[in-house]
């Protein structure tokens, strides 16, 4: 699972509330990502990042914000959760051009 | 937008037949090729990469590229219950580290 961990790894919050997802990885792989999956859509990039504090958008970033000030760490907050913001969510790094996930989090919210 | 085409079946397949699972992308620039496998609650395990066109084996495993007609394939030789899972094909952006596209998966099922 190249060291990546997930923190938590489900979460139950209210809609209107702010949350923050944890992603840790020890490869020192220097690109990183945030992925959603729902049923009938598959996986979809949130966020990336291709270095400390060096991060872009992906095709769905709205309502997603990610800092990233550790080469090991990178954040995904959802600045106010929406319902349609429910998902499993995957934290993933790079090397090369092969990717490695993490075990994913379970976000509802409700 | 790059969109990757994939059946989302299910498929089934016997014990110790031939899976066959397939994938279409739409942007020719993409360079580099995947499959996932992904059992059910689990996180997606890359199991086939390919760049080149024509076929790459891994033990019972053979990808299969063609980018003249966009479509890259998966061949699982001598098919398992194991091997029972949701299968993702995705492609890079052409070079660059700004993530995967992914297909929405196909469902195999083998039969015992």
């Known amino acids: 699972d190249a060291g990546i961990t997930q923190s938590p790894r489900h979460k139950v919050t209210e809609t209107g509330t702010p949350v923050t997802l944890r992603c840790h990885q020890t490869?020192?792989?220097?690109?990183m990502y945030w992925y959603r999956q729902d049923p009938g859509h598959g996986l979809r990039l949130i966020h990336y990042?291709?270095?400390?504090?060096?991060?872009d958008k992906g095709e769905v970033s709205d309502g997603y914000s990610v800092s990233r000030s550790k080469t090991e760490d990178f954040l995904l907050t959802l600045e106010s959760a929406t319902s349609s913001q429910t998902s499993v969510y995957f934290c993933?790094?790079?090397?090369?051009?092969?990717?490695?996930f993490g075990q994913g989090t379970r976000l509802t919210v409700v | 937008q790059k969109e990757v085409e994939q059946n989302s079946g299910p498929l089934s397949v016997p014990e110790g037949a031939i899976a066959s699972l397939n994938c279409t992308y739409s942007?020719?620039?993409?360079?580099?090729f995947f499959w996932y496998r992904q059992y059910s609650g689990k996180s997606p395990e890359l199991i086939m990469f390919?760049?080149?066109?024509g076929d790459k084996e891994d033990g019972r495993f053979t990808a299969q590229l063609n980018k003249a007609s966009q479509y890259v394939s998966l061949l699982i030789r001598d098919s398992q219950p194991s091997d029972s899972a949701t299968y993702l094909c995705?492609?890079?952006?052409?070079?660059?580290?700004?993530?995967?596209?992914f297909g929405k998966g196909t469902h195999l099922i083998i039969q015992p």
């Open positions: 490869e020192n792989h220097r690109y």
């Open positions: 990042s291709y270095g400390v504090k060096d991060t």
């Open positions: 942007d020719r620039g993409s360079q580099s």
């Open positions: 993933a790094t790079q090397m090369n051009t092969e990717a490695f």
């Open positions: 995705a492609v890079d952006g052409g070079g660059g580290a700004d993530g995967l596209t």
């Open positions: 390919i760049y080149s066109n």
